[in-house]
C-alpha cells in the first residue's frame, strides 16, 4: 500500500477548496487542488480547474497541465436531463433537472495546445514525449522521432527512448530501435519498472541474427519476470521462436497454464512442436482447448439468464474459435510456419506537472 493510499484526500480538498475562493487568482493552488480532486476521482472539478488557470495565467505550466489532461481523459460536456420526481400523494409529479457530463476525445485540443507550447522550445522533456506518444497514436512514426530526439536530448527517460525504439522499429530501421530499446532499460524506475523495452531489445537483436545476445536477453527477462511477478513468458518465447529454437520456445510454452491463453497462442506453439515431431502434443492440447471450449458454450446457451443476444454471439466466436484451431493443425502439418506480428509497447507515465504522488517538479508560473 502507498503511503498515499492513508491521506485523507476529500478532506484535503475541501480545505483547498476554501484556500481557493480566499484566493482565486492563485494558479498553483488551483492546479494543486485539481490533482487532488484527480485523486478523489472528481474529474469534472479537475478540469474546471485546469481550465480557470489557463484563463487566469496561460504559462508552460497551466498550458501543458490542462493538454495533458485532455489528452488522458478527454473532456467532460453538459448534459442537462429531466427526472420526474412523486410528490408523496402520488397525483402530482414535478420535474427536477438533474446536471450530468458526459466524456468526449479531446485529443485535437491537446494537440494544438501542445504544439503551440514546442514553438518556445520549453526547456523540460514532458511535453516533447506527450507530442511523442500523439504522433504515435496517429502513426505518424517520422514527426514522433523528431520530437522524440528533442525530448531525450533533454532528458533521457525509459518513455521517450523506448518510444523512440519503436518508431523505428514501425519503420524498419532495427539497429536503430535496438539501440534505444537497449538505452531505455536501465533508466526503470518507481514511475515505470516496465520490462517491455527490454523485451523489444531482445526481439531486435533475435531479428538481427544477434543470437547469443538474444539469448541473453530472454533469460535476464525470464529472471525479472519470474522475480517482478510479470509473468511474461509467452512473450519472452517470442525470441527463442525468432532465433528457431523451438526446444527452448517448447520449453517455456509447456509451462504455460492454457486455461488463461487465447487460441491465438496455440499456431507457435503448435508449429514447434511440429519441428520437434510432437504430433501427440498438438493433438492433445488442441482436443482439451476445443473440449473445454465445447463445454463453456453449452453452459451459457443453457443458462436461463443470460440473454439470447449474448447467448447467439458466444456460441458464434466460439464455433470460430474452434475453426481456427483446427484449420491451424491443418497448416502447420503442411509446414506452414506462424510469423510473428511483434507489436513493441507505447510507454508512457504520468507527465502531470506538480503530481506528488509521482514526485513531478512544476516549471515557472510565469505566463506566456
Same mark, same amino acid.
Given at each position: 500500500?502507498?503511503k498515499y493510499?492513508?491521506i485523507?484526500?476529500?478532506k484535503?480538498?475541501?480545505?483547498?477548496k476554501q484556500?481557493?475562493?480566499?484566493?482565486p487568482?492563485?494558479?498553483k493552488?488551483? *492546479?494543486e487542488l485539481?490533482?487532488?480532486?484527480?485523486e478523489?476521482? @472528481?474529474?469534472e472539478?479537475?478540469f474546471?480547474?485546469l481550465?480557470a488557470?489557463?484563463?487566469?495565467? %496561460?504559462?508552460?505550466q497551466t498550458?501543458?497541465?490542462?493538454?495533458?489532461?485532455?489528452?488522458?481523459?478527454?473532456?467532460?460536456?453538459l448534459e442537462?436531463?429531466? *427526472?420526474t420526481?412523486e410528490?408523496?400523494?402520488f397525483?402530482?409529479?414535478t420535474?427536477?433537472?438533474c446536471?450530468?457530463y458526459?466524456?468526449?476525445?479531446?485529443?485535437e &485540443? +491537446?494537440f494544438?495546445?501542445?504544439?503551440?507550447l514546442l514553438k518556445?522550445?520549453?526547456? /523540460?522533456?514532458f511535453?516533447?514525449?506527450?507530442m511523442g506518444?500523439?504522433?504515435?497514436?496517429?502513426?505518424?512514426y517520422?514527426?514522433?522521432?523528431?520530437?522524440l530526439?528533442?525530448?531525450? *536530448?533533454?532528458t533521457p527517460?525509459?518513455?521517450? #527512448?523506448?518510444n523512440l525504439?519503436?518508431?523505428?522499429y514501425?519503420k524498419g530501421? #532495427? /539497429?536503430?530501435?535496438?539501440?534505444?530499446? /537497449?538505452?531505455? /532499460? %536501465?533508466?526503470?524506475?518507481?514511475?515505470?519498472?516496465? #520490462?517491455?523495452?527490454?523485451?523489444?531489445?531482445?526481439?531486435?537483436? +533475435?531479428?538481427l541474427?544477434?543470437?547469443?545476445?538474444?539469448?541473453?536477453?530472454a533469460?535476464?527477462?525470464l529472471?525479472?519476470?519470474?522475480?517482478? &511477478?510479470?509473468a511474461?513468458?509467452?512473450d519472452?518465447? &517470442?525470441i527463442?521462436?525468432?532465433l528457431g529454437?523451438? &526446444?527452448?520456445f517448447?520449453?517455456i510454452y509447456s509451462?504455460?497454464?492454457?486455461d488463461?491463453y487465447s487460441?491465438?497462442?496455440?499456431p507457435?506453439?503448435f508449429?514447434?512442436l511440429?519441428k520437434?515431431s510432437k504430433?501427440?502434443?498438438?493433438?492433445? #492440447?488442441?482436443?482439451?482447448?476445443?473440449q473445454?471450449k465445447e463445454?463453456?458454450?453449452?453452459?451459457v446457451?443453457?443458462?436461463?439468464?443470460?440473454e @439470447?443476444d449474448f447467448?447467439?454471439?458466444?456460441?458464434?466466436?466460439?464455433?470460430?474459435?474452434?475453426?481456427f484451431?483446427k484449420?491451424?493443425i491443418?497448416?502447420?502439418? *503442411?509446414?506452414?510456419?506462424p510469423?510473428i506480428d511483434?507489436?513493441?509497447?507505447v510507454?508512457?507515465?504520468?507527465?502531470?506537472y506538480?503530481?506528488?504522488?509521482?514526485?513531478?517538479?512544476?516549471?515557472?508560473?510565469?505566463?506566456?
Amino acid at each position: 500500500m502507498s503511503k498515499y493510499d492513508e491521506i485523507d484526500f476529500e478532506k484535503i480538498a475541501l480545505q483547498m477548496k476554501q484556500q481557493v475562493e480566499q484566493d482565486p487568482h492563485n494558479v498553483k493552488l488551483r *492546479n494543486e487542488l485539481a490533482i487532488v480532486f484527480m485523486e478523489t476521482n @472528481e474529474y469534472e472539478e479537475a478540469f474546471f480547474q485546469l481550465q480557470a488557470a489557463v484563463e487566469i495565467k %496561460p504559462s508552460v505550466q497551466t498550458l501543458y497541465n490542462l493538454a495533458y489532461f485532455y489528452f488522458t481523459e478527454g473532456k467532460p460536456i453538459l448534459e442537462a436531463t429531466s *427526472n420526474t420526481k412523486e410528490t408523496g400523494n402520488f397525483e402530482k409529479e414535478t420535474e427536477e433537472e438533474c446536471v450530468s457530463y458526459t466524456w468526449e476525445i479531446a485529443d485535437e &485540443e +491537446a494537440f494544438d495546445i501542445v504544439e503551440d507550447l514546442l514553438k518556445s522550445k520549453p526547456g /523540460h522533456y514532458f511535453p516533447y514525449n506527450l507530442m511523442g506518444e500523439m504522433y504515435i497514436k496517429e502513426e505518424k512514426y517520422e514527426e514522433a522521432i523528431n520530437v522524440l530526439k528533442k525530448g531525450s *536530448n533533454l532528458t533521457p527517460s525509459l518513455e521517450n #527512448l523506448s518510444n523512440l525504439g519503436l518508431c523505428y522499429y514501425k519503420k524498419g530501421m #532495427l /539497429h536503430e530501435a535496438a539501440e534505444c530499446f /537497449h538505452k531505455a /532499460h %536501465p533508466l526503470r524506475s518507481c514511475n515505470n519498472y516496465s #520490462l517491455f523495452p527490454l523485451l523489444s531489445y531482445g526481439i531486435c537483436l +533475435a531479428q538481427l541474427g544477434r543470437g547469443s545476445e538474444a539469448r541473453e536477453v530472454a533469460k535476464e527477462l525470464l529472471f525479472l519476470s519470474e522475480k517482478e &511477478e510479470e509473468a511474461l513468458e509467452a512473450d519472452i518465447a &517470442e525470441i527463442y521462436y525468432i532465433l528457431g529454437d523451438y &526446444e527452448e520456445f517448447v520449453n517455456i510454452y509447456s509451462k504455460l497454464d492454457w486455461d488463461f491463453y487465447s487460441e491465438e497462442f496455440l499456431p507457435t506453439y503448435f508449429y514447434s512442436l511440429w519441428k520437434l515431431s510432437k504430433m501427440k502434443e498438438i493433438e492433445e #492440447l488442441a482436443s482439451k482447448t476445443i473440449q473445454r471450449k465445447e463445454k463453456e458454450m453449452k453452459e451459457v446457451i443453457q443458462d436461463p439468464d443470460e440473454e @439470447e443476444d449474448f447467448k447467439d454471439e458466444y456460441e458464434e466466436v466460439t464455433i470460430e474459435e474452434i475453426a481456427f484451431i483446427k484449420n491451424t493443425i491443418r497448416e502447420v502439418y *503442411n509446414g506452414k510456419a506462424p510469423i510473428i506480428d511483434y507489436k513493441p509497447e507505447v510507454e508512457t507515465r504520468c507527465y502531470l506537472y506538480g503530481c506528488f504522488r509521482h514526485t513531478n517538479t512544476n516549471p515557472t508560473y510565469f505566463s506566456i
